[in-house]
């Protein structure tokens, strides 16, 4: 039988701190059963291993690249020559490393080309246009025979692996090795896989991946087909020594040769089923795989979004100069904000949503990210504005039963602790048992930076700023809601500076079960 609390127990206030989500967006589980450190919403915060962060913004880098999207961006780096090329919706190949679109190369009928480093030079296919090098002063087309007699200008795709250039087309299941080493030209060998691919499927792309072959690390040709298949061979030389080692099954992959990308000895790739570490392909079945996608936290989203939008163009797989952030780009379908970002974080394995960076195209220069975006304009990541505008940011904590899940609770007030250098104007709103966010009415508030200023600040009220320059405050705001468990939602928009979001204390009236 329930019994009344005691007067004394039902009016005494306890208080709860809670960190900030750091672990990232979860579409996966029961918003009832998540982790107090996921978050139902994080759009624009970037989750790091003690709190999460507004995104770095961009700034205008380069203009000219034609007038319409840009579509290819690739760092030539070779040596000391180092340059960043940009290939536009004009076909024409421009350097643009100092801010300045320069033609390199016209007459392209089209400016989605797919490109390896190799021996020196930059290649660049496109599946109509022949395919060319670039040696850093100038672009030469190559000089390609086939042993089956057909035409390299076909060729969309390109991979350099153990000193061989491999060259595919994407509209079937065959590919051209070159007959002998460190060459991108002359004589090329026809190697046709439909005799072991027997799912079908054309190639879709080819990666290098880094495994312990049980005598040491070796590098293994992965070729991807449309079908899901994945072809892993051993050995530099197709005509030699090539021994296949396994055939295994993934999700089908997006049909872009762009949807996969090289992250230490692993690949990721985009697929209809998540994003995925190729080499759990070769430790699990396609069940299992689903288990250890990278994206199995936020699997629900990513396969809501291929089905939308999978067969448009603009998805790309992409990992940052430093490797800190995986970008998944897909089109969104949205004319106002066409691209957006599923980024991964893949040393805490954290999952946020970029919005508003209007990526056609992702590169690197460097050690800086670039993307290139409509009306032949380069963009360059970094600073605390996109361009001008103020980047918004949105954060959603999982709902919090604070350690008693049957008793009522009457919130009377949260605190927030934010970072930031200079004053900070947020949003706020507390949803309780499970009610949408999105329906929240959220309140304004703003609280004063707490740095010290020289001559000014009194000693035991201000702090100093750490070596960014940024300073922890923490006021709190009281609100009025009722029920069993709690989650905080904050927006903030800012083009000054940088706020991260680090923790929250709740205070709370606990009650009775009802």
Request: glycine share 10%; hydrophobic share 40%.
């Amino acid at each position: 039988m329930l019994q009344p609390l005691r007067s004394a127990n039902r009016l005494k206030v306890k208080s709860s701190s809670v960190p900030a989500p750091f672990g990232g967006l979860n579409s996966r589980d029961s918003i009832d059963l998540m982790k107090p450190t996921d978050a139902i919403v994080m759009n624009n915060f970037f989750p790091t291993v003690e709190k999460i962060t507004l995104r770095e913004g961009y700034t205008s880098f380069c203009t000219g690249i034609g007038s319409g999207d840009v579509e290819t961006l690739v760092e030539h780096n070779a040596g000391s020559n180092r340059q960043l090329l940009a290939v536009g919706a004009d076909g024409v190949l421009y350097q643009i490393d100092t801010g300045s679109a320069v033609s390199k190369k016209t007459g392209l009928s089209n400016g989605r080309f797919q490109t390896t480093a190799f021996n020196g030079r930059t290649l660049f296919v496109n599946g109509t246009d022949t395919p060319f090098s670039w040696d850093g002063s100038s672009a030469a087309n190559l000089s390609i025979t086939l042993s089956d007699s057909s035409s390299a200008d076909s060729f969309k795709g390109v991979h350099a692996h153990k000193n061989r250039v491999y060259y595919f087309r994407g509209t079937d299941q065959k590919f051209y090795y070159s007959a002998t080493v460190d060459t991108f030209q002359g004589n090329f060998t026809l190697f046709d896989l439909s005799v072991v691919a027997d799912k079908g499927g054309n190639i879709v792309s080819m990666g290098t991946i880094t495994i312990d072959g049980g005598e040491g690390v070796d590098d293994l040709l992965a070729i991807i087909l449309q079908s899901g298949q994945v072809l892993i061979y051993s050995g530099s030389n197709p005509s030699s020594g090539f021994s296949l080692i396994g055939t295994f099954r993934i999700a089908e992959p997006i049909n872009e040769p762009r949807c996969i990308a090289k992250f230490g000895g692993d690949i990721a790739v985009s697929t209809k089923e998540g994003y995925i570490a190729l080499s759990q392909v070769i430790k699990n079945d396609i069940i299992g795989q689903r288990a250890a996608a990278l994206s199995e936290k936020i699997r629900g989203t990513v396969i809501a979004q291929v089905a939308l939008t999978g067969t448009t163009t603009g998805w790309q797989t992409f990992v940052s100069p430093d490797g800190t952030k995986i970008f998944f780009n897909y089109p969104t379908g949205d004319g106002t904000d066409p691209y957006n970002q599923h980024v991964f974080n893949p040393i805490i394995n954290a999952w946020c949503n970029f919005e508003a960076i209007p990526a056609r195209v992702w590169g690197q220069y460097n050690g800086d990210t670039y993307f290139g975006g409509a009306s032949g304009v380069v963009f360059k990541v970094g600073g605390t504005a996109d361009v001008s505008s103020a980047i918004t940011g949105d954060v959603a904590t999982a709902f919090n039963y604070f350690g008693d899940r049957a008793s009522i609770k009457r919130f009377t007030s949260v605190a927030p602790m934010l970072e930031a250098s200079t004053t900070v104007s947020f949003d706020f709103g507390i949803a309780v048992d499970q009610e949408p966010v999105a329906a929240l009415n959220l309140s304004t508030t703003s609280f004063a930076s707490e740095l010290a200023t020289w001559d000014v600040a009194t000693w035991d009220d201000f702090y100093w700023a750490d070596t960014a320059g940024a300073g922890i405050t923490q006021r709190r705001k009281s609100t009025s809601k009722l029920g069993r468990s709690a989650a905080l939602r904050i927006k903030v928009a800012s083009s000054t500076q940088s706020v991260s979001f680090i923790a929250a204390n709740f205070t709370f009236t606990p009650g009775g079960p009802f």
